[in-house]
């Protein structure tokens, strides 16, 4: 009992931190605070109990598939070294602390946090980025195309069909019906204004201006854009790094970059919150 006291505590510490960089430091996390949550949580596991072969195990393949997501540019440094501290302090999905009934199949923590924190983000991104985000000049472009809204239409029918299904094949509680019907509704508004929101995440920077690890917003780049910059170098990806900038010293070309985005790390606190009071949400709505 007291053990997962202190992993609950130190979870919460460490990630409000992580949150706390990702808002007011810029999305820079300091890598002598990442490397020593990962020290803290490596303790924790030694000094807490636990089989240390599967912690590890489990947390490597999350480290693993967490570097292929940066190299892909889907998420920062910082991000793989969070998501590494939270499976070494709570490596398998806890009893929910709210609703206690839900069995959670012993599946891995951090898999409820990442649905929970997608969750989150598009609530906070819809409302961010709509109602309260700087307009931009490039957002003049933005248009709402029929075939986004008939897309996003046939998914808020498909979602219905499907809460309908489970609630009277499965007999799935009210609670549940009525968070995948969020989700339904959530999802397809966020289709139709993805591009807007896009628009107002950005910055058109000349490549000298671009740091390391910023990420490219190559969805709002024309293919023939894209052709050129790849012609420029051969590391022209979402992630720049340095080879990429070096290549492209030389050019004065701007070039849509991700500084306003949506800080991940406030997502995943608020993900580690609703996992421990609710669990795995998709098993709360099945």
């Not at 949550?37 to 240390?52: E, F, H, K, T």
């Not at 009277?168 to 968070?179: A, K």
Request: proline share 4%; hydrophobic share 55%.
């Amino acid at each position: 009992m007291y053990s997962e006291i202190i992993r609950v505590i130190l979870i919460m510490l460490l990630a409000s931190m992580y949150a706390y960089f990702d808002v007011f430091n810029k999305r820079e996390i300091p890598n002598i605070f990442a490397y020593l949550s990962i020290v803290v949580a490596l303790v924790a596991v030694i000094l807490l109990g636990g089989d240390p072969y599967y912690i590890l195990l489990l947390a490597a393949a999350i480290a693993f598939a967490g570097y292929v997501s940066y190299e892909k540019g889907f998420v920062g440094g910082g991000d793989i070294f969070e998501f590494v501290m939270i499976t070494l302090l709570i490596p398998l999905q806890p009893i929910p602390y709210l609703i206690k009934t839900v069995p959670q199949l012993g599946l891995p923590f951090i898999f409820s946090v990442f649905i929970a924190s997608g969750y989150v983000s598009v609530i906070i991104i819809l409302v961010y980025y709509l109602v309260f985000a700087k307009r931009t000049k490039i957002e003049k472009r933005f248009k709402i195309e029929k075939k986004i809204l008939r897309k996003a239409i046939l998914m808020l029918f498909t979602y219905c069909l499907l809460a309908i299904l489970i609630y009277f094949v499965l007999n799935v509680s009210i609670l549940g019906i009525t968070l995948l019907l969020m989700i339904a509704v959530l999802s397809s508004i966020l289709i139709v204004f993805e591009k807007l929101i896009n628009y107002r995440m950005i910055t058109e920077l000349s490549p000298q201006e671009i740091l390391p690890e910023d990420m490219l917003a190559l969805n709002l780049m024309s293919s023939s854009e894209i052709k050129y910059f790849e012609k420029k170098s051969k590391n022209f990806g979402r992630l720049a790094n340095k080879k990429l900038l070096h290549d492209l010293n030389d050019v004065k070309r701007k070039i849509p970059v991700y500084r306003n985005a949506a800080p991940l790390a406030a997502f995943i606190w608020f993900g580690i919150i609703l996992s421990l009071l609710f669990g795995n949400l998709i098993l709360l709505i099945i």
